[in-house]
């Protein structure tokens, strides 16, 4: 009787070696453009040096009329050779050959030659750096961010290559918190915080990262400040606003809040005469928590209806309408509202065209939700610096861009002094 046994389909392969997806796939086109990038980088850099030198390769310069023994007119110094070089861009990594030279000096010594083009122990381009750092902000680690970039640079992208990047970016973080704001012409500030997830003492935790958007005076919005200080407190705002002070912000026009009593007590003791906008959508989500569900839709048309009226005149009417109605319908809806006082109107002291821009947090609060979405994958970052960090990278790579607010061509044109309803 037969016996019928299954075994293991193995794989055909050539030296008895098994193939790996795609590294039998040969493409003419990425082989060509990488020898042309090769001899595109030889060429800058002999370029470069021949500038210095002052006289292309293998040519001599004319002899001059003086002493025997004197050097040519021009020459300043002599070629000695290549070195071989790897270097790694968005390219993939290539082995280029750059040449040797001795300068001479005022004092009749010679000197190593320098290229600025690829300086010495750089292995990497700024590009290859940024495609790193913008990888693992994607919101990924770095091993994964080794795997994603390992066909593209040919398996050169190590673990530790991406801690190296990262370092990088560590170290131009702690630049940006340090530059001056004496030459930045910020006339509108937008102050928020926001809550994300870290590990602190092994266990996941919530912390409050303080951020600060300027709005300059072309209306390009830029991030001045993003800080994790323990939580919403007044003295933590007082710590960011005096750090923004001491490196010369020039005190703002126009402010934009969240409401938040810490943040609104630091302002009072800092620019307590600046006309503050308290955000409406901030009060919105309030005046619901204070309502029923049943009666949330009806709030919220009538809200609205009150908040996008065309005309200062009209906002005011709408808003005696609102608290007339809801004083009878639901008082604490009503208390809510006049709880925000005149600070949720101050919007319609500026030119109409920048209502839609100044009346909420909104440009903070669309940075939260892009930072938060980019960093969903890592579910608990690993340091409450990190996180800080992160949200400044994201911007800083490019990863997040920020537009200009609405209405900024009317920017130089001042509030105007409170409406006053009596007349």
């Known amino acids: 009787m037969e016996s019928t046994?299954?075994?293991?389909?193995?794989?055909?392969?050539g030296d008895g070696a098994s193939t790996q997806l795609f590294e039998d796939w040969f493409d003419p086109i990425e082989s060509a453009v990488r020898n042309q990038v090769r001899q595109f980088i030889e060429g800058v850099i002999e370029a470069e040096l021949e500038e210095a030198l002052s006289r292309p390769r293998y040519c001599r310069a004319a002899k001059t009329a003086g002493e025997p023994g004197e050097r040519p007119a021009g020459l300043r110094g002599h070629r000695h050779g290549h070195r071989s070089r790897s270097l790694m861009g968005t390219f993939g990594p290539v082995e280029i050959r750059v040449p040797r030279a001795r300068l001479d000096t005022p004092d009749g010594k010679t000197t190593e030659?320098?290229?600025?083009?690829?300086p010495a122990y750089q292995r990497r381009t700024k590009a290859a750096d940024a495609l790193i750092a913008g990888a693992y902000l994607s919101g990924t680690n770095t091993r994964r961010v080794r795997r994603?970039?390992?066909?593209?640079?040919?398996g050169s992208v190590s673990k530790d290559?991406?801690?190296r990047v990262w370092r990088k970016v560590e170290s131009d973080w702690k630049a940006w918190n340090t530059r001056s704001l004496a030459d930045e012409p910020i006339v509108r500030l937008i102050l928020?915080?926001?809550v994300v997830r870290v590990r602190l003492d092994r266990k996941a935790t919530l912390i409050s990262l303080l951020v600060v958007l300027g709005v300059r005076d072309d209306g390009q919005k830029v991030l001045l400040a993003v800080k994790n200080l323990g939580g919403e407190t007044k003295e933590s705002w007082r710590t960011v606003l005096d750090d923004l002070i001491k490196r010369g912000l020039r005190k703002p026009e126009f402010l934009i809040v969240d409401g938040g009593s810490g943040l609104d007590a630091a302002l009072a003791t800092i620019w307590n005469d600046v006309p503050t906008q308290r955000c409406t959508v901030h009060k919105h989500r309030n005046l619901l928590a204070h309502a029923p569900e049943r009666l949330r839709d009806e709030i919220t048309a009538d809200y609205n209806d009150m908040i996008y009226a065309g005309t200062p005149q009209e906002v005011e009417k709408r808003r005696t309408a609102f608290l007339r109605k809801w004083r009878v319908r639901h008082s604490p809806v009503a208390d809510s509202l006049e709880e925000a006082g005149d600070r949720l109107f101050t919007f319609t002291r500026l030119p109409p065209g920048q209502w839609k821009s100044a009346?909420?947090?909104n440009a903070i609060e669309r940075l939260h939700?892009?930072?938060?979405?980019?960093?969903?994958?890592?579910?608990v970052l690993p340091s409450s610096d990190t996180a800080a960090m992160l949200f400044w990278a994201l911007l800083a790579s490019g990863q997040i861009i920020m537009r200009k607010v609405d209405g900024w061509q009317t920017l130089?044109?001042?509030?105007?002094?409170p409406l006053d309803v009596a007349a």
């Open 5 to 13: 046994t299954t075994k293991p389909a193995v794989p055909h392969s």
């Open 113 to 118: 030659w320098k290229s600025r083009v690829l």
């Open 148 to 154: 994603a970039l390992a066909t593209l640079f040919r």
């Open 161 to 163: 290559t991406v801690s």
């Open 192 to 194: 928020d915080g926001t």
């Open 359 to 361: 009346r909420t947090t």
């Open 369 to 379: 939700e892009e930072f938060k979405r980019r960093i969903k994958t890592q579910t």
């Open 412 to 417: 130089p044109t001042k509030p105007d002094q």
